[in-house]
């Protein structure tokens, strides 16, 4: 009893203490978009004001509010980082990344402040690291932002760099930010990294902060399993440094990705090399007022949508919206917006929903979609990402950073329009060609059949005809289990095309014995059996002699023109094929054939009515015909018959030279 009374106040108070950590967690992550909420308008704004014409003194004014924003902010990040850390709900996500463009981002948000302090900046990633890895890039690009934000702050004159090597060890890589500035006294640098602690405590110091930012940044490193250190020298400089076990995606090759910074200015041609000085213009050429690219922006404060559209309003054609549903009624509308900027939390449909909402539409889900929000958890951004996003930008908005965002998203939209117009030309240039040589195939057919009429004993109706008949038995057998993987749309196409060139052998036969009007004797025969090989022999040869295509084209005619006359108890010619060892086109055309012998008048007997020939084939099945392909006719008679009327030698001339000629594929 005493034992399940203990456990039973174990489990109660772990419960309890959950419990007051998610209450914790969900308290912080609304502090954090509160806050940062209005703070996206007042240093989204100030960073606004200091590009429109102001007077010297409103100039400072707008600066002291710019950086007092910053400073702000800063201070409520590091808190609440920190709190989260405590409250055990910070946690790192892994994605691949590119290794330019976190450290762009990080560059970005100080240049300004170097700026002001005329301190050059420089970024230097050496060229066996260029790439992409995996890892966690916001965190990695926090721990870079707040190194160089401490290298600015104590730097007065001379210059902050950042360079990015392998490790020393070889494995990941080493980050390192080296400074002119004020340095740090040997026995002040044990207390760097702890929390709560300035090297200067006294109230009058001279540089601020929440004695957080490097505390954050090595637990930060050491959850990425590096290591964080520093370099000083008082009164010359100062160099922190920090590893990490970053791996490389391999997949990617270097080269496919350009050298950090290529894409922030608007008149780069190419990569900058490994080194050079960061210059950042917040405005790409001006747009015309209903030109350029369209954006979207939705969002509930109407301060952020200011912010926004006077940040992008050179770049783009700016729409704004304050809430989910304008948000999808305004895109079930023409033209759609080449970019949406959506914020995650706003009342009613908030914006996860929204983007769920464009993904889920044929007509939308190509339009990207960039999250701005202020809520800074991971869990956030990759519930955004699995929504559909393909970015995700924090406030307070840095214009730097969005305008870098939103071209990168422009220009991949533009590529991807490119593309898809390239590949309609292609498609468009595919059906052409494929109409080419689908008519030159035909046209070919037609002279060849053509040519074997002039010499053949058959009339040109014959050859429409056996066409026919083949079509039908092809389509009869399409859904039969022993051919229904071979009988498509396509091959039975083929099959019609290839019927007509059935006795093209018979242009290598002496006139003496192709029309002969009497019975052929024995060595006659033999003599005209030869036709069967000779028209196999000769589109084989033409078959061999042309690419892939022209291969398919004339492979049913060879197999028809060689094996119609085989016979499926192996006594026909020319090779003495049995079953299916006589390629199956031919034994469609052997029916085929036969059929037309025989209803049709010869020299050496009448015209057979159609009963007495559905008969005869009857008769063959299993010794002439193959068993399945005699039951298809069977099954379709009355279409051969309607075939043969459609299709009749109707005038007396043809009858009587009909009656003269001959057929030698008959029963």
């Known amino acids: 009893m005493r034992n399940r009374f ?28 509160e806050v940062r909420t209005p703070l996206n308008g007042v240093i989204g704004m100030a960073e606004l004001l200091t590009e429109t014409k102001v007077d010297e003194q409103q100039r400072r004014m707008v600066e002291t509010i710019h950086q007092s924003g910053n400073a702000l902010l800063s201070v409520i990040t590091d808190i609440l980082d920190f709190s989260k850390m405590e409250a055990g709900r910070f946690d790192l996500e892994t994605g691949v990344f590119p290794l330019a463009e976190v450290v762009d981002s990080a560059v970005l948000i100080v240049v300004p402040r170097a700026r002001k302090k005329a ?18 890039r916001n965190r990695l690009r926090q721990v870079l932002l707040n190194l160089l934000s401490n290298a600015v702050k104590f730097t007065l004159e001379g210059a902050v760099t950042l360079t990015v090597t392998p490790a ?30 300035q090297l200067d405590p006294s109230p009058a110091r001279r540089f601020g902060g929440t004695g957080l930012g490097l505390a954050i940044s090595r637990r930060l490193v050491e959850m990425m399993g590096g290591t964080i250190d520093v370099d000083s020298v008082p009164g010359r400089g100062s160099r922190f440094w920090f590893t990490v076990p970053l791996t490389r995606a391999l997949e990617l090759e270097a080269g496919d990705h350009p050298a950090p910074g290529a894409a922030l200015g608007p008149t780069e041609a190419a990569p900058r090399p490994a080194e050079s000085t960061v210059v950042v213009p917040l405005r790409p050429a001006p747009a015309p007022e209903q030109g ?14 200011r912010v926004i559209s006077e940040t992008l309003r050179d770049r783009c054609f700016v729409e704004t919206v304050n809430d989910g549903p304008t948000a999808l009624a305004r895109l079930a509308r023409d033209p759609l917006p080449d970019l949406v900027l959506l914020d995650a939390m706003m009342p009613g449909l908030d914006g996860f929903a929204v983007c769920r909402g464009i993904k889920a539409d044929p007509r939308t889900e190509d339009v990207p979609v960039i999250f701005i929000t202020a809520m800074t958890q991971v869990e956030t951004e990759m519930r955004g990402l699995a929504a559909g996003a393909v970015d995700y930008v924090t406030k307070p908005i840095s214009p730097g950073v969005l305008l870098a965002r939103v071209n990168t998203h422009l220009s991949l939209c533009e590529a991807r329009r490119a593309l898809a117009d390239r ?11 494929t109409h080419q040589l689908t008519t030159t195939q035909d046209v070919t057919i037609r002279a060849l059949a053509s040519l074997a009429e002039t010499r053949d004993n058959e009339t040109g109706n014959h050859i ?81 002699g042309g690419g892939p295509n022209q291969t398919d084209f004339l492979r049913l005619a060879c197999d028809i023109a060689g094996g119609h ?7 026909g010619y020319p090779d003495g094929l049995s079953g299916e060892a006589i390629p199956f086109a031919a034994r469609l055309m052997a029916v085929a054939d036969v059929y037309d012998a025989l209803i049709s008048a010869r020299c050496y007997k009448p015209a057979f009515p159609h009963e007495k020939a559905v008969a005869i084939i ?7 015909f193959d068993p399945a392909v005699a039951d298809a006719f069977l099954a379709r008679a009355d279409s051969f018959a309607a075939i043969a009327a459609r299709y009749s030698d109707a005038s007396a001339a043809t009858a009587d030279a009909g009656n003269r000629r001959r057929v030698f594929g008959s029963a």
């Open 292 to 305: 350029g690219p369209r954006v979207l922006v939705v969002d509930d404060e109407a301060v952020n949508l």
């Open 6 to 33: 203990v456990r039973f106040c174990r489990e109660t108070a772990k419960d309890a203490a959950e419990a007051a950590s998610r209450a914790k967690s969900d308290f912080l992550a609304t502090m954090s978009h």
């Open 423 to 433: 590949n309609r030309d292609l498609e468009h240039r595919v059906e052409e060609r």
């Open 168 to 197: 020393p060890d070889a494995v990941g890589l080493c980050f390192s930010v080296e400074d002119t500035g004020i340095g740090i006294p040997p026995e002040k640098r044990p207390l760097l990294f702890q929390e709560f602690t």
């Open 618 to 624: 009857r008769e063959g099945r299993g010794t002439q």
């Open 464 to 544: 429409r005809r056996t066409q026919h008949y083949v079509r039908v038995l092809a389509e009869a057998l399409a859904d039969h289990p022993r051919f229904a993987a071979v009988l498509d749309d396509e091959t039975i196409d083929l099959l019609f095309k290839s019927a007509p060139l059935h006795d093209i052998g018979k242009v290598g036969i002496p006139d003496s014995i192709l029309l002969k009007p009497d019975r052929l004797t024995d060595d006659e025969m033999e003599i005209m059996k030869t036709h069967a090989a000779l028209g196999r022999d000769a589109l084989r040869a033409a078959a061999n």
């Open 565 to 571: 006359h085989e016979k499926w108890d192996g006594t």
């Open 119 to 136: 301190l050059t900046l420089t970024a230097q990633v050496a060229p066996e690291v260029a790439g992409q890895y995996v890892g966690d």
